[in-house]
C-alpha cells in the first residue's frame, strides 16, 4: 500500500513497513539529524520541515498514514478541546491529515500511559475525534516482546478504518509470536540480541558502535537498574539523564551503557543501519522509534489486505 508518515524520526516504523512490501511516499520529520539518518538509509521522500509550514491539502493521496504524536493537550476535559488545545498541535496535524485526505487506514503509535492519562478520558477523546472524522478505530497494548523484539517495550497501537470499508474492522491484528512463558517460543533475551558485537574499547568495523561515558549507578528507576542478560531489555529510552543527555540502558556487564550499535538492534534496525549526528541525537533516534520487526508484522498485514482488495475487484 502506498503510504504517508508523519513524524517519522529515523524511519523505524517505515523501515518495518516497506521491508513488508509497502511504498512510503511521503515522510515528514523537523528533527534534522533523523531526517539525515532517514535520507542515507530509507530514501529521499521525507521533508524536513515544521508541520506549521505544510499544506496538507498538497500532501499525495495515499492508502495509509501512520504516526505517532504527543499528548501532552489531552485531559479530562470535553472532547472538543482536544482539537483546540494549543499543545495538540501535532496531534491535530495527524488528525487533519486524515480527516482531509480519507485514507483507507491509519495507524498510531504512543506511549502506554496515553491510556491513563486523564484517568481514561484521553483515549476516549482520541477515539471520539476520529470516529467523528469517519473511521472505526482499534485500540491496543503491545508489549514488544511478545513480537521477539529482545525488549519489554509496552506501546499503544491505534488501528483505524474508513467505515465505508466495512462496519467491522478488516485490520487483523499481528498474533504474538513469543511468550514470557507457555506454548510460543521464549521472549528473545538482551543477551541473545547484541553478545556477538565486538567489545567497543577494541578496534573495530561496527558502525556507531561508542557508548555514553555517563556513569553507571544502579538505583531503582529506570534507566538505572541492572540488566539480566537472559531476560528481554528494559524499555530503550529517548529522555534524559538530568543533565541534556539521553540515559543508555546499562550493559548487563556492569561496567558501561549499551552502544548506539546495541541500543539499535534491541530496537531491531538492521546492523548496516547508520545514524546520523551526535551520540544524544543518535540515542534518542532510537528510542523514539518503533521497532523495525514490529513494524514489519503490521506491514504484512497492510499487504493482505491489498492483495484481497485486488482479489475482489
Avoid at 134 to 152: C, D
Avoid at 171 to 184: A, R, V, Y
Avoid at 217 to 233: A, I, L, M
Wanted: proline letters at 5%; one cysteine or more; a neutral charge.
Amino acid at each position: 500500500m502506498k503510504i504517508i508518515s508523519l513524524f517519522s524520526g529515523a524511519g523505524g516504523l517505515d523501515l518495518g513497513l516497506i521491508q513488508a512490501g509497502n511504498t512510503v511516499i511521503w515522510a515528514n520529520d523537523i528533527d534534522k539529524d533523523a531526517v539525515a539518518t532517514y535520507k542515507e538509509n530509507i530514501g529521499d521522500h521525507i521533508v524536513c520541515d515544521d508541520i506549521k509550514n505544510i499544506d496538507i491539502s498538497t500532501l499525495p493521496d495515499a492508502d495509509v498514514v501512520v504516526g505517532g504524536f504527543p499528548c501532552q493537550g489531552f485531559s479530562q476535559a470535553n472532547r472538543l478541546r482536544t482539537l483546540e488545545d494549543d499543545r495538540n498541535q501535532l496531534y491535530r496535524f495527524f488528525y487533519n491529515t486524515i480527516k482531509i485526505k480519507q485514507p483507507k487506514y491509519f495507524i498510531a503509535e504512543n506511549v502506554k500511559g496515553i491510556l491513563s492519562l486523564g484517568k481514561g478520558e484521553a483515549i476516549k477523546q482520541i477515539v471520539a475525534d476520529f470516529e467523528a472524522a469517519g473511521y472505526i478505530t482499534s485500540v491496543n497494548l503491545v508489549n514488544m516482546a511478545n513480537y521477539g523484539v529482545p525488549q519489554t517495550r509496552q506501546r499503544v497501537i491505534i488501528i483505524g478504518q474508513r467505515v465505508d470499508l466495512g462496519k467491522e474492522l478488516r485490520f487483523i491484528f499481528p498474533q504474538p509470536t513469543h511468550s514470557k512463558t507457555g506454548e510460543l517460543p521464549k521472549w528473545v533475551s538482551i543477551k541473545e540480541a547484541i553478545d556477538h558485537f565486538p567489545d567497543p574499547d577494541k578496534e573495530n568495523n561496527v558502525l556507531n558502535h561508542i557508548y555514553s561515558a555517563y556513569k553507571v549507578e544502579y538505583r531503582n528507576f529506570t534507566g538505572h537498574r541492572k540488566t539480566d542478560p537472559d531476560k528481554p531489555s528494559p524499555t530503550i529510552l529517548a529522555r534524559g539523564n538530568g543533565k541534556g543527555g539521553v540515559c543508555a540502558i546499562p550493559h548487563y556487564n556492569g561496567k558501561r551503557r549499551l552502544t548506539i550499535r546495541e541500543s539499535a538492534s534491541i530496537q531491531t534496525f538492521p546492523e548496516n543501519f547508520h545514524f546520523v549526528g551526535t551520540m544524544n541525537s543518535c540515542y534518542r533516534q532510537i528510542g523514539n522509534a518503533v521497532p523495525v520487526m514490529f513494524a514489519r508484522k503490521l506491514g504484512a498485514e497492510l499487504m493482505r489486505l491489498e492483495k484481497e482488495e485486488i482479489v475482489c475487484e
